[in-house]
């Protein structure tokens, strides 16, 4: 993994990517964020060596390299799942390759499923915990010790910094800015109404198929990150409707509007 690692930050390196401050990872149906980029070099995952390839037809599969309120970014417009075939390690490979870049926070969103009966469907979530029911880590197998220590520390997996700047924000502009546990599963398929109450039951308040592997990766590297869900849908078991992916996608399209501002709002205030 280290010399892959070296490869692809090598290779990065030479197409102009140089000094990223802020790596972003958008999620399914976030991706407008990448528009608000002032764009510096561009390229698609398959062209970048050792980079796994999205199969997910509504991501695009871009690495962008840019400016965004004053700063660097690098931004992966489109993820890798679990479910897609991936290994966790192929999966927060880019991770690891954003830290060996230079980034020194990690900004995540993705779209999940509500059980929280608070929270409603076109909100977002402030991820302050989660759990993991993917079966396995990224970090299994052999540790590499300058890249991060065999047993880390998950006790504050989200960066209390970030999260309380982002509070701040939210409030000063008028977003609803939910705060809650997001449990990760590895789909795709939905879940079940028993599920549901399950997940719900051990403390979940937010489902989905990600970012937990990219979350544990930062941890282990030291890389503080922050990370929001927005709620495209409602999962009560009592009242469960048929899963509707247009309707997933527009609903994640409209709350990404907050998500631009939030995000812009914080990259502005880091540094």
Known sequence: MIEKINETVEFLRTEGITEPFVGIILGTGLGKLADEIEVITELHYGNIPNFPVSTVEFHKGKLIYGDLAGKKVLAMHGRFHYYEGYTLQEITFPVRVMKQLGIQYLLVSNAGGTMN?????????????????????????????????????????????????????????????????????????????????????????????????????????????????????????????????????HTAAEAEKDLIRLTRSLIDRLD
């Open 117 to 249: 009966p608070e929270f409603k469907k076109g909100e977002l979530m402030l991820l302050d915990d989660h759990i993991n029911l993917l079966g396995t880590s990224p970090l299994v197998g052999v540790n590499h010790n300058h890249l991060g220590p065999r047993f880390p520390d998950m006790s504050q997996p989200y960066s209390a910094k970030l999260n309380s700047i982002l509070e701040e924000i939210a409030n000063e502009k008028g977003i609803t800015l939910r705060k809650g546990v997001y449990v990760a599963v590895a789909g795709p398929n939905l879940e079940t109404r028993a599920e549901y109450r399950f997940l719900r039951g051990i403390g979940a308040d937010v489902v989905g198929m990600s970012t937990v592997p990219e979350v544990i990766v930062a941890n282990h590297a030291s890389l503080p990150v922050a990370a929001i869900s927005v709620m495209t849908d409602e999962c009560d078991p009592d009242n469960l409707q048929v899963a509707d992916i247009k309707d997933i996608l």
